[in-house]
């Protein structure tokens, strides 16, 4: 796989944009970042870049697919529930001593579709309760993190599947170029104004401070009620080591954190859902007390229980998020079948986690407390779109009238 | 870089022979694996036969050459003395909790030949502090650990550097497969006669307790005291974790502990020193009561000063090791510029921390009781080849009597 000298130059500056605006390194700052092996030319030129700007010590890891798959089709069945704890807490250590995370994203998102459903979600299970530490540092903002993408030969294939395997790499780099907004002659100013509009919005839905919101459509009739004490967050923020980062390249979303026993009625997704190299699609729920009662999927129904029963908070969401279905990646018609990508095409919800960032006044407040307002409690954070130009929002204020949010996908209002 | 098909199946037996015979993985055993980049074909196998062995999980951990001179060449200068403690910490706990270690050798060896030594020093000692915690569980050997090697494409164009990169990588091929003994039918068959072979050695020298060994040659007349309760090793041992295992492929040394006060006399090295990515050649010393009070080199005088003046420890001696001039590696005729590859072509010495399985009843005696049996602690362990076809060695009585234990390179007995 070569890239053209365009996309080589492309290639660098979404590296320097997930340096300088992702992840935004402090001088004297560790980065540790994780990646798909194909996705060393953007892991080296990451490294130059936060050398560059100051970082002290840059340390990849590595994921195989091959070695994944591997480990499903030879390991014995009872060594299935191992996890690299050791690992995790190292790295979880790395951050609460001041180092910075970058997740570099492009799996195959279907690759495990041909495993056994028990034996993936042992694995899973395992993975996420050893990665627990690590992520409640990252789900409450501790510190600076960004994910970005890389154009993997597998993950391309899936997206572009009528195309040549180079053909859709270079289909998809357009596509994710285009996305991350490197494409313009000044990525880091063109950051900044984004990251301003954003702010716009969630300032203006934080002076708001509805209830709920309302989601209608095909097949969908879901009030999402808000937490009390809820904050909207969009594009860059100050993590809690004060360091001001963009989690998300691309980032098209404003979200906060819904009452995890304030959500009822149904809903269908509008995009499918790629899970841990598993694909669960046409997913319709039906919420009680915020509660996930019924769930149905016409694929991947075993995966969806199994994450269902992941733990209480599994059935309940931490996150609702509102993307306009103008946003440029919506635009592009591509289902990128990544969730850092197709949640910036979508309204979503997510299933688990909620973010501490997504709640006033943190720092005050014990975890009994935030629970109390509404927060959730999960090993679990699954975003899952259900947003599209056939879904209507409306606002639910206290005294239980309403507003239009956003009509066939679009904002109602310019804030 | 395409392997031929013959090469394709040596290096299964390689990876084979390296899970089986070298770490010996026991069943739900996780293991770590550190490699460089290039070494994903047999990190691949690896992991595959360790899957296939009962591992539970393989966490491989690649270095990336790239990477590294982006830091030499663009970090600041007050974030050198940065290592990944967390990481090494967080092996060092895998280690404790059962994991085994597996490192694949073959980095360019001249990486660092052309960046400042200070900067090369101070990073390489901040690396050597941080692993400390993990070396000392090696170098007690409490787990199973092997090192294996991989041609790589930088490695084998300094081993023949007259040679195209394609040609050179498949004589380095050719000179691993033979020297790892996976040349023949049954390489596992091979290797256990290799080991019986190297513990009677072992065995043999254990029995007769000498005092002392005297090296004598061009430029050498050293006297080499042995630890009290030294004990000779060689081949497959058991680690502390009760797995039998054969910590390098290849091995021909039979190895113990040098009584670290008591080496005096002159040495010159047989062969140049390649130490992080630099070059020391033409080594020659005077030792004093076991310490160095005088070291010159023609190449890298200042890196092997840095080198003596990490700890006390550096400038004294750790391991003392015997190979025949006729060892296969050594009738190769090849050098390898890689310790791996070089120490077992010809007795050495090694500067810096001791092992504890080279001293009799260690399970019983405290540091400070080893130290003063002649052990030596150290934040490093640096082979160095001092023997040839040109250097005699004899064994010294405790009674002050000689006996001769090699000419010219060669045992001057079978036990
Ligand atoms: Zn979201
Ligand atoms: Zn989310
Ligand atoms: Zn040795
Ligand atoms: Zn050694």
């Not at 890389?150 to 294939?157: D, G, L, Y």
């Not at 954190?257 to 046409?282: M, N, Y």
């Not at 039906?286 to 694929?299: V, Y």
Request: glycine residues 6%; aromatic residues 6%.
């Amino acid at each position: 796989m070569v890239l053209s000298p365009q996309h080589e130059h492309l290639l660098d500056r979404l590296a320097e944009v997930a340096v300088r605006v992702g992840v935004n390194i402090a001088h004297g700052q560790q980065l540790l970042i994780t990646a798909p092996l194909d996705a060393v030319p953007l892991v080296r030129r990451i490294t130059e870049h936060a050398y560059k700007a100051g970082a002290s010590l840059v340390t990849p890891f590595y994921a195989d697919d091959v070695a994944t798959l591997a480990r499903f089709r030879h390991a014995a069945d009872d060594t299935l529930d191992t996890a690299a704890d050791w690992l995790q807490d190292g790295m979880a250590n790395a951050y609460r001593k001041g180092a910075a995370r970058m997740a570099i994203t492009g799996a195959n998102p279907v690759l495990l579709a041909n495993e056994q459903a028990e034996r993936v979600s042992r694995v899973g299970r395992a993975a996420s309760r050893a990665g627990r530490p690590a992520m409640e540092l990252i789900t409450r903002f501790a510190i600076n993190w960004n994910i970005v993408a890389f154009a993997t030969p597998a993950w391309a294939q899936q997206v572009f599947p009528d195309l040549s395997v180079d053909a859709a790499v270079s289909r998809l780099w357009d596509a994710i170029f285009q996305a991350s907004r490197v494409m313009v002659n000044d990525p880091v100013a063109e950051w900044e104004a984004h990251n301003a509009h954003l702010r716009k919005r969630a300032a203006w839905l934080n002076e708001r401070r509805f209830a709920a919101l309302h989601f209608s459509g095909p097949d969908t009739d879901l009030t999402v009620g808000l937490a009390d004490g809820h904050a909207w967050a969009g594009g860059a923020e100050p993590a809690g080591n004060g360091i001001i980062c963009n989690p998300n390249i691309p980032t098209e979303e404003v979200f906060t954190t819904p009452h995890a026993r304030k959500v009822s009625g149904t809903v269908r997704a509008t995009k499918p859902l790629f899970h841990q190299g598993t694909l669960i699609d046409d997913i319709a729920v039906r919420f009680e007390d915020g509660r996930i009662t019924e769930a149905h999927a016409r694929t991947g129904q075993d995966v969806l229980e199994r994450i269902l029963d992941t733990d209480d908070g599994a059935r309940r969401l931490g996150e609702v998020a509102l993307v306009p279905a103008s946003s440029p990646i919506s635009r592009s018609g591509i289902l990128f079948r990544n969730t850092l990508f197709d949640e910036n095409a979508a309204s979503h919800i997510a299933l688990g986690q909620s973010y501490a960032k997504c709640m006033l006044d943190t720092d005050n407040l014990t975890e009994a407390h935030l629970a109390q307002q509404g927060a959730n409690t999960s090993f679990i954070h699954i975003d899952w779109m259900i947003g599209s130009s056939k879904i209507d929002v409306d606002a639910v204020n206290h005294d239980g009238t309403r507003e239009p949010l956003m009509r066939q996908g679009e904002w109602s209002n310019q804030p």
